[in-house]
């Protein structure tokens, strides 16, 4: 009745994951643990009563103590080891991105169709954020009418150290890449990029921020301002106008203080601070969805589709104009979301 | 490892912490429900892998199977049984009041501290709610200078049929009595209620609104509106002023919709939407206190100083002035809070 | 068709009155200043062309050159001059108090009375900030329902050194009792005052913050807080509870700035920031008014009714329960308003 | 002293201008007024002490009883009559746009320049909204830094019978190439225009929305959201990203109201509902300038250098990328803002 999962990574994301799940999530244990750094798997083991410490992830994922497996380590390493679960017939919950490349991605959804079973999950945690369900739910009721238009912001206070330029598409757009796809259920057909003027704070050489448009088969025009530098704190917002209103999702916000001539409310710290509660519902989701047999969440051909709109998002950082996103023929197996 | 919990109650609020304890609290698994509506009861553990139903709730409270107790059951049960977990030795979470008498609530403020050990927690969820937690660290970490006045309101959309006048004070205020006690780590020392112009939406001679003041230890003045009535929806709100700035919790509000010439936001619907995160965050602690053998929330003493505040206010409804709050001295058990 | 218009009183208000009728306001001209310190006087004057200085302020008022007088010289003075202009049967927007005592303020009254014809326009200002008309205008239009509650917030970042307690219901809570009685359009009967905790940053003994209960004929009950060193700038917040909703009036906030971890926005300095705009609006329908051979905004009644409410408020502060406030019977002069 | 302004074009802005001036601007009166429909002009003038109706607005133009002239007719009829107004040696407000065409309105610079003189004005009234004035003065005050990218949005309830899709260039658009000229201090290098998705609401072909990208001299990207038939109400907004923090104009929101389960505050029904305290400011600053012998307000320069942009845009919404801004060299004249 407990799922047993295994989790590969003890980074910032895989350490928060193990925690969440060991103090906040029903009906789950964290039983194996396995990092590259195998002292850091051993410091965030002994938090967790009787996880193992597994210096090999594969054996991680053949291991008869292991029910399903959460894969937070190196992206270069997602393709290999969802496709080892897949191959072991265990649900994984993989953190965006699937995998890198388009190819990659694709290899998993040809695996995972040929399999005949829908095992893998792709941690885009926006889809559990009580704020873009509630945006959801009022463009289902149809509250705001045909959507046409959705302006997004996402900036983080600054960026890892050697971000490069592609790294603001591949790491904070492609959210608002599967947000525009789960949001409006619609695929994305084309990106364009802008750069606007950088920021002086920024060094080596990385435009930040960028302006990214993407359209969608309806003809949906979104935009993105991607801010990763933007130093006053993390904050994500979005508005979907619609042909009688908009729904616009805002910071939460509960507490304003008065003081020195001023009313303020806390900006977010990170993504974390942010999202926290979105990342518990996604990892209780997702264990439930382990004890039901059932796939939840993003899936693989989502975590494909977001990876191909990023590839052309990439693309389009050097283009003048738009650059098409082409993806494969969705397979029935994808049909219900 | 896993915290067995036996559940008494299966009404609105019982049957909603067995969902939540089964669906989202880590480390615990319900095992016994007991309700005087045995149906009932036999409906909400059908949902619940594992869990028996009996119709005894002392058998309950004495079962090998149960390791702490969540008393959700009518008010006039619950001194009763929370001196039976008491005597079995065995943590008890007690949905608010205590008691419905001062002197029943300090029977078991008594009967524990002869045992030497705080078992017994009162549901007061509001001091898991983020909102009130961050006006609480806000005061600590001095924003605001010394506290000197609490504004307050509660409002319902409608109170159940057949509210008495002393129920607004008894079921609603006895909140705000906890936050005031919570929030600023002292003691009530008098009530005053007035009774503003009657709603003519409120029948059988109810006066609702109610304005209720609250003096304290050092002190600094709390007023509560009390509206149970309020139509519109349910909504709680409070501005904790301070010599040099204000602390203002207001409803949570994440998406705004644009439409008909308005910009709103959803007010929520009654006390479980508004604070369903506080009652999860406050069966978590409760339960992972259980695991490390400490008592979590608000303790016994404060479930009967509540119980001594909405006494008095009580009082005060037929009183033109203020009403003291007269408590016994506390024991040195609930020293640290 | 230019109103030609006196001012008795340069200081601070008369001052800024001065500019606001020269630069902002249609149809009028300042024709002759008066003050206590004819240098200051001379120092307004300078700026507004065809402007005399007079150095006796009776002499002001009786002056060919003068169709309206506005006083806004010292509080002692406001009785003799406002009935210096009945008798000379010129039209006189008068600084609030209309005199510091009820008995002053009813002279007033029945000298008017006696004069057939409504002159005297009393400054309260507020009645013409968007904010309160937008409130009354909700109420008008039932929105709420009937009115049972009102809830009011009255800060100043600093109070003048030396300013009793007393200050704080006259010069201060006398505002919330205009707008009692404006908005219900209903009289005030009692009038309660509470000292909360004190403020350790005021000196002198003065208690600050208050808290004022105010009932009115219908049984609504109103409460006010008065804190006049609030330290962080000057907030006027009221939220009106009906039967069915409620209208909340707060600062307006038209830019929010990101900084630094925050999202704020800025608060008022003082009253004349925060109600430049109803002053425009008051000396503009004033000046309209004499032109029209109309008296608007606060009445002498007015006047009259808010300074016996400020008495009462004075006598509330050394009595432990309300104090009534008994008006005369009001003349048929102020039926309409 | 008292400024005599003429006013030619009464329809709904004209009419409200004459309004505005009459009742609410200091120093001034509408001496004559003209309209092609001579019936509409008596019916203003009616209102209007001492205002004569003049059936040719050329003789308006050069009447010795105007001193000053408003221009509020047919977009086809401001060259013109700007230009007899550099003739007379007048001062004149023209409502935007200066000219229809860039060509035209070059003229008027240059017509301007040989005159030695700034006598003309034009109509951008957002300098003059506080909200506007707000963000200019937070970035004056580097409170954000430098500022990188703008966005805004930019709706109206419903268009105008048979707007055309260019319309929404020339008409709405044009405000925000005002805005980022003025807030920025920078030319507009390039305009693009994106079509989203139309609103099926919108009949006879027009786009509707449009998003409109603007680059400027320092690379800053602005991006437009015009909307002219978002049918919930009309609403202008911007957020100035800068390299530290933003400004974020909002609408704006003093009374909230509460009411069937929803907080709610009203949305503008139309822009002299949003901006009437913005005409209001430049009607009395352009008097005001007028008195003092100064241009005040967006100059000839300003109202050149926005229809060129506006008809950058109006190509841009049939070229697949972006359209360059060609301005004429600045003459000397408009050196200072
Ligand atoms: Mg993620
Ligand atoms: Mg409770
Ligand atoms: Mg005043
Ligand atoms: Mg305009």
Not at 73 to 96: F, I, N, Q, R, Y
Not at 117 to 132: C, N, T
Not at 161 to 182: K, M, N, Q, Y
Request: hydrophobic share 40%; with cysteine.
């Amino acid at each position: 009745m407990t799922v047993r999962v295994g989790v590969i990574g003890t980074g910032i994301m895989g350490a928060d994951h193990v925690r969440t799940l060991t103090t906040s999530v029903a009906g789950v244990r964290v039983s194996a643990i396995s990092d590259l750094d195998e002292q850091r798997a051993q410091a965030v083991a002994v938090e967790v009563p009787g996880a193992r410490v597994l210096s090999d992830p594969l054996a991680l994922v053949h291991d008869a103590g292991v029910d399903a497996v959460l894969v937070a380590s190196a992206d270069s390493t997602h393709e290999e080891l969802v496709l080892a679960c897949l191959e072991a017939g265990k649900p994984v919950l993989c953190e965006k991105p699937l995998a890198p490349t388009s190819d990659g991605a694709l290899r998993i959804v040809e695996t995972e169709v040929r399999g005949g079973r829908r095992l893998v999950s792709v941690g885009f945690m926006r889809r559990y954020d009580p704020g873009y369900v509630d945006v959801k739910a009022g463009l289902r009721d149809k509250v705001i009418g045909a959507p046409l238009m959705l302006h997004c912001v996402h900036r983080n206070g600054f960026s890892a150290p050697g971000t490069a330029t592609s790294g603001l598409i591949t790491g904070s757009a492609v959210h608002e890449f599967d947000v525009v796809r789960w949001l409006l259920e619609e695929e994305i057909t084309r990106v364009t990029v802008h750069r606007p003027r950088s920021s002086s704070l920024v060094v080596g050489g990385t435009s930040d921020p960028l302006f990214v448009l993407v359209e969608t088969t309806s003809g949906l025009l979104a935009d993105v301002e991607v801010f990763v530098n933007a130093q006053y704190g993390y904050e994500v917002r979005c508005e979907l106008v619609g042909e009688y209103g908009t729904l616009l999702l805002d910071e939460p916000e509960q507490v304003r203080r008065r003081s020195s001539r001023s009313r303020s409310s806390r900006v977010s710290l990170d993504w974390r601070d942010r999202f926290a509660e979105a990342y518990r519902r996604e990892l209780q989701d997702w264990v439930s969805g382990v004890a039901a047999a059932e796939q939840r969440g993003a899936s693989a051909w989502d975590g494909y589709a977001a990876t191909v709109a990023a590839t052309a998002g990439v693309a389009a950082l050097e283009s003048a104009g738009p650059v098409p996103v082409d993806l494969e023929k969705r397979p029935d197996l994808y049909e219900s979301r």
